[in-house]
């Protein structure tokens, strides 16, 4: 099993379109969520940190369930703009416990 | 800011031909990492450095050398290059777990 899995994709959806995101990571002692965006050849940039409690930024909503292992994400009132591929990150517990697992992504086109 | 930076943008090598790719980050960040990005398998830990003097390997080390005798500079160095090589390169830094990660604007590399 992957260590963080995320919903294939693509996710095609029309502009003003709520859109969810899902991801499942393996190791129940991650402690650090994260998710990020990356445009067509461009570097991953941070979009937000995920936080037990949930946390929200605008238009997107954050979940964390430790118990289940899963983590999502919900884009409201899609723009164009959104149009990217999210990555799903949690932090691995190696001899540092500084590194990040990222997963494969999922893309997603907001069409007008 | 400068942030980030890595150079070259863009690499084509010959198999067997080695180079140094270079990154560097004015943040101040202790915690230094290299990643792989292939199509499907999302980005993948080459070697990491926890600060200037301390390495170690990653998901995927075999094949590339690091080395960290600054805070500031970590290169990442291909002794032998292989076609499997071919991929896109970004460095990172952060302040640590626990919060985000900068990435550079990446090398595509093609290895022939």
């Known amino acids: 099993r992957k260590e963080v899995e995320q919903d294939p994709g693509p996710f095609n959806v029309p502009e003003g379109a709520t859109v969810a995101f899902n991801c499942t990571y393996s190791n129940s002692a991650s402690q650090s969520f994260f998710w990020y965006r990356q445009d067509c050849r461009k570097e991953p940039k941070l979009l937000m940190s995920?936080?037990?409690s949930g946390n929200e930024d605008g238009r997107f909503t954050a979940q964390l369930n430790r118990a289940s292992q899963y983590i999502s994400l919900l884009i409201r009132d899609s723009k164009l703009s959104d149009s990217a591929t999210y990555l799903c990150?949690?932090?691995?517990?190696?001899?540092?416990?500084?590194?990040?697992?990222f997963g494969p992504g999922t893309r997603l086109s907001v069409l007008p | 800011n400068a942030g980030v930076t890595q150079t070259p943008k863009f690499q084509v090598l010959k198999t067997g031909q080695s180079m140094t790719l270079q990154c560097a980050q004015d943040m101040n960040h202790e915690y230094m990492s290299w990643y792989r990005q292939d199509p499907g398998m999302g980005l993948r830990l080459i070697h990491y450095?926890?600060?200037?003097?301390?390495?170690d390997q990653g998901e995927v080390p075999n094949g590339y050398n690091v080395s960290r005798s600054t805070t500031e500079d970590f290169p990442l160095r291909l002794l032998s290059a292989a076609p499997s090589q071919t991929s896109v390169y970004f460095c990172?830094?952060?302040?640590?777990?626990?919060?985000?990660?900068?990435f550079g604007q990446g090398t595509r590399l093609t290895v022939v």
């Open positions: 450095s926890v600060g200037a003097g301390i390495t």
């Open positions: 990172a830094s952060s302040y640590g777990q626990g919060v985000g990660t900068f």
């Open positions: 995920v936080y037990s």
């Open positions: 990150v949690v932090n691995a517990l190696d001899n540092y416990g500084q590194n990040f697992v």
